[in-house]
């Protein structure tokens, strides 16, 4: 029986990303674009925003597919004060900041691999601009303080409010 070659048809297959760190996944863009979406939802179900973090690097032209993804609480960042996805370049000078931020704290601060990051490169043209802002320190630390200072103006309860006010008319 063992020198026989069996093949099984329509078997799930298990992968540790853990382990693995980096995977890839290719075939029909509708097909890759639904499991990666059936992923973040087994693992958003099965993690705690605390446990698994997830940023979302998408084309603009996909928003409609990849909008979802803005509802896990598992894309904002511990302070919730900025979301993990970026969609267009500006969305990305602003998240290789946060996740220098992350980093620095990381090998600066506490050794922990608490949250881990799941990270979803749905445009591959947008995301070897990652590169760009890690050659060019000054331009990242420029756009840090730029967002550190346009943040200090947020403030959740007057947000809450408007909010309230805008379903009450």
């Given amino acids: ?10 078997v799930n297959i298990t992968f540790s990303l853990k382990e693995g760190r980096i995977c890839g996944f290719t075939g029909e863009r509708h097909d890759m ?11 958003t179900s099965l993690y705690s925003y605390d446990e698994l973090k997830i940023i979302v690097v998408y084309n603009e032209e996909e928003k409609e597919k990849w909008d979802y993804a803005r509802w896990f ?12 996805i970026a969609s267009k370049n500006q969305d990305l000078k602003e998240l290789s900041v946060q ?9 600066e601060g506490e050794k922990t691999d608490i949250p881990h990051f799941l990270v979803v490169l749905a445009d591959m043209e947008l995301a070897e601009k990652i590169d760009w802002w ?19 103006g947020y403030d959740a309860a007057i947000s809450t409010a408007k909010i309230i006010r805008m379903y009450e008319e």
Wanted: charge should be negative; charged fraction near 40%.
């Fill in 1 to 10: 029986l063992a020198s026989e070659e069996r093949k099984l048809k329509d």
């Fill in 33 to 43: 674009i639904s499991f990666v979406r059936s992923l973040m939802v087994q693992l």
């Fill in 73 to 84: 609480p598992h894309v904002w960042s511990n302070d919730n004060t900025f979301r993990y």
């Fill in 99 to 107: 996740l220098e931020k992350e980093v620095t704290a990381r090998t």
């Fill in 134 to 152: 890690i050659e060019h320190q000054d331009e990242r630390i420029r756009m840090g303080d730029e967002y550190r200072e346009s943040i200090k």
